[in-house]
C-alpha cells in the first residue's frame, strides 16, 4: 500500500515561494499521478493540481499561474511550489492519488477517487 | 462545477439514519465521491463512483444519486462516525469539493 508523507516548512513569508515535499513509500511513483489538495483552517477542501511523472500537468487556474508540482523520481518525491504567497495560502497541505483512467482526446487524467492521503502539513504565511 | 452540500451541520443520536445531500451545478454522472475526516486528519474516502464502498469502510454507509443529485447516508450511527464529510466532483477541471457538513452525535 502506497504511503505519502509531506513535510515543508511551517512558516512562509508574504511574497516570497512555498516549497513543500511529499514522500512516497510502499509504490512506483512512475505509476500514479500524484495531486496537491490544501484546507485553510476551519474551511473545506480546494484541489490545487496534478502531475505525472513523464510531464502531464493540470492545475487549479484560481491559483493564476503560481503553483509548480514536479516529480522526482531519483528521490521517490512529489514537490509543490507556490510563488507569490499571502495570508490566504495559509492552509494544511495534502498530497494525494487513487486509480483512475487517462482520456485520449484531451489528454487529461480522470480520477475514480482519491484514497490515498499524506497526513498533512501545516504552513502559515506570516511575517 | 460547484457542489452544494446540506446540511452544513447536523446532530444525531446512535442508531439515527443520517442523509447527506450534494447537489452538483452541472451534471456528472456517477463521478462523485465521498469522504469523512476527522479533525486534524486527512480526509478518508467512504464511497466512489457515487454508490460504490470503499474497501474496508462499514457497510453503515451507502451513497445513491447521478447526474446532479447525491446523497450519503448512514444508517445506525456510531458514535465513531463525528467528525465531517465532504462530497468531490471528478468528471471534470478543476475538480471541486462540497462545502462539508459537520456531524455531531448528541
Known amino acids: 500500500q502506497v504511503q505519502l508523507q509531506e513535510s515543508g516548512p511551517g512558516l512562509v513569508k508574504p511574497s516570497e515561494t512555498l516549497s513543500l515535499t511529499c514522500s512516497v513509500s510502499?509504490?512506483?511513483?512512475?505509476?500514479?499521478?500524484w495531486s496537491w489538495i490544501r484546507q485553510p483552517p476551519g474551511k473545506g477542501l480546494e484541489w490545487i493540481g496534478y502531475?505525472?511523472?513523464?510531464?502531464?500537468?493540470n492545475y487549479n487556474p484560481s491559483l493564476r499561474g503560481r503553483v509548480t508540482i514536479s516529480v522526482d523520481l531519483s528521490k521517490n518525491q512529489v514537490s509543490l511550489m507556490l510563488r507569490s504567497v499571502t495570508a490566504a495560502d495559509t492552509a494544511v497541505y495534502y498530497c494525494?492519488?487513487?486509480?483512475?483512467?487517462?482520456?485520449?482526446?484531451?489528454?487529461?487524467?480522470?480520477?475514480?477517487?482519491?484514497?490515498?492521503w499524506g497526513k498533512g502539513t501545516t504552513v502559515t504565511v506570516s511575517s | 462545477i460547484q457542489l452544494t452540500q446540506s446540511p452544513s451541520s447536523l446532530s444525531a443520536s446512535v442508531g439515527d439514519r443520517v442523509t447527506i445531500t450534494c447537489r452538483a451545478s452541472?451534471?456528472?454522472?456517477?463521478?462523485l465521491a465521498w469522504y469523512q475526516q476527522k479533525p486534524g486528519k486527512a480526509p478518508n474516502l467512504l464511497i466512489y463512483?457515487?454508490?460504490t464502498l470503499q474497501s474496508g469502510v462499514p457497510s453503515r454507509f451507502s451513497g445513491s444519486g447521478s447526474g446532479t443529485d447525491f446523497t450519503l447516508t448512514i444508517s445506525n450511527l456510531q458514535s465513531e462516525d463525528f467528525g465531517s464529510y465532504y462530497c468531490?466532483?471528478?468528471?471534470?477541471?478543476?475538480?471541486?469539493f462540497g462545502g462539508g457538513t459537520k456531524v455531531e452525535i448528541k
Open positions: 468531490q466532483q471528478l468528471k471534470s477541471y478543476p475538480l471541486t
Open positions: 452541472q451534471g456528472i454522472s456517477r463521478d
Open positions: 502531475k505525472y511523472h513523464s510531464g502531464s500537468t
Open positions: 510502499g509504490g512506483s511513483i512512475s505509476y500514479y499521478y
Open positions: 494525494a492519488t487513487g486509480s483512475g483512467k487517462l482520456e485520449l482526446t484531451t489528454g487529461n487524467y480522470y480520477y475514480y477517487s482519491m484514497d490515498v
Open positions: 463512483a457515487a454508490v
